[in-house]
């Protein structure tokens, strides 16, 4: 089954060099899943201060910057994984760095039949 691992924390809750040894051992981990063919994805996401809201009321576009809500735990980034069940899931989770300074939310992925299958990622020479 696959999950999403939700990774929320404040912004400013690691050094450089912690955030440096997060990264490491965050790859380390993705190596490690990609190897038993459980790791599809994952990525850090710039910081809130980037982000664009969009929400359609009444036929209406409104775009605002930033989240939706505030709150001092913010989405900072997110891993996509295939394993057996929820408590595999969580024991992954666990094993987050950022589970040591904010939270993993564990959220299974609910899969829609008819959908197109993933494209080929893009080199620079193909989107040129």
């Known amino acids: ?17 912690e955030r440096s040894a997060c990264m490491e051992e965050s790859t380390a981990i993705c190596h490690e899943l990609a190897a038993r063919g459980q790791w599809i994805a994952s990525s850090p ?15 209406k576009r409104m775009v605002t910057d ?6 001092t735990e913010q989405l900072g980034g997110y891993y996509i994984i295939d394993v ?11 094993r987050l760095p950022p589970a040591t300074k904010g939270t993993v939310e564990v959220r299974p992925i609910f899969e829609l039949p008819n959908l197109p299958e993933l494209a080929a990622p893009q080199t620079q020479s193909q989107g040129a």
């Not at 089954?1 to 060099?17: G, Q, V």
């Not at 057996?84 to 666990?94: P, R």
């Open 66 to 71: 930033g989240p939706f809500a505030e709150t």
């Open 45 to 59: 996401l710039h910081p809130v201060a980037t982000a664009t809201s969009v929400r359609v009321r009444s036929g």
């Open 1 to 17: 089954m696959k999950y999403m691992l939700l990774i929320y924390s404040s912004e400013d809750c690691y050094t450089p060099e």
């Open 84 to 94: 057996a069940n929820l408590d595999e899931a969580i024991a992954i989770a666990a």
